[in-house]
Every structure is written in structure tokens, then in C-alpha cells.
């Protein structure tokens, strides 16, 4: 059973704007702790994003002002708004909802560190 399905991703040219989409089931959506991982080709998962239940969100140094994380409590669907796009912004990005505790930004999470992870959609940034 997929609890996780992102969307959203492609191509797009330094600069540009995309907007990635996480359906999520509803148990997955009522997790403490949901977010956005990027995982650029032979490396690990990066995290880029975390939303708490009541909302509270932090962000990696590396997208903060240019990414945003929200979700829609009514669809079950986790956002990532991504602009001013760079070439490091290229990757696969994965979506993740757990009971993690605390749902922090400097704590190293992987799909080792357990909840539900989706399969992840693909960005390319080009110049």
C-alpha cells in the first residue's frame, strides 16, 4: 500500500519555479513530522524541508527564501514550492511523514530512521 506519492517534477532552467505535490494517505498526513528530502545522484538523502503537525516549518540553509513547505489538510497533499531554481537544486525528491522527534532540520533523517517515504519525483536544473 503507497502511503506516499510525489509529483511535480521535471525539467527547468536555472531560475525557474516548480511546485511538487505529496498525496499522502491519512495516516501518513496526521505523522508529527512530514517534509522533503533530496537525494543528488550517488549521495544520500538531504533534507530540504520539514513541516510539523501544528505547522511549524524549518528549512535547510541551502533553499531557505526560495523553497516553501505547506500542506493542505482538507486533500491530505504535502507542498514544496521551489523558485529560483539552481543547478544544485538537482535531484530526486522524496517525501517523508513520521513521529519524528524532534522534527529538526539539523537531525540527519533517512529511510532508516523509519515512517513512511514515497518513491520520490525527479528534478533537473539546466543553465
Known amino acids: 500500500q503507497v502511503s506516499l506519492a510525489e509529483s511535480g517534477g521535471g525539467s527547468v532552467q536555472a531560475g525557474g519555479s516548480l511546485r511538487l505535490s505529496c498525496v499522502t494517505s491519512?495516516?501518513?498526513?496526521?505523522?508529527?513530522?512530514m517534509g522533503w528530502f533530496r537525494q543528488a545522484p550517488g549521495k544520500g538523502h538531504e533534507v530540504i524541508a520539514l513541516i510539523r503537525r501544528d505547522g511549524f516549518t524549518n528549512y535547510a540553509d541551502s533553499v531557505k527564501g526560495r523553497f516553501t513547505v505547506s500542506k493542505d489538510a482538507v486533500k491530505n497533499i504535502l507542498y514544496l514550492q521551489m523558485s529560483s531554481l539552481k543547478l544544485e537544486d538537482t535531484g530526486m525528491y522524496v517525501c517523508?511523514?513520521?513521529?519524528?522527534?524532534?522534527?529538526?532540520?539539523?537531525?540527519?533523517?533517512?529511510?532508516?530512521?523509519?515512517?513512511?517515504w514515497g518513491q520520490g519525483t525527479p528534478v533537473t536544473v539546466s543553465s
Open positions: 491519512t495516516y501518513a498526513y496526521s505523522r508529527y513530522c
Open positions: 517523508a511523514a513520521a513521529d519524528w522527534i524532534p522534527c529538526d532540520i539539523h537531525v540527519h533523517r533517512s529511510p532508516t530512521s523509519g515512517g513512511d
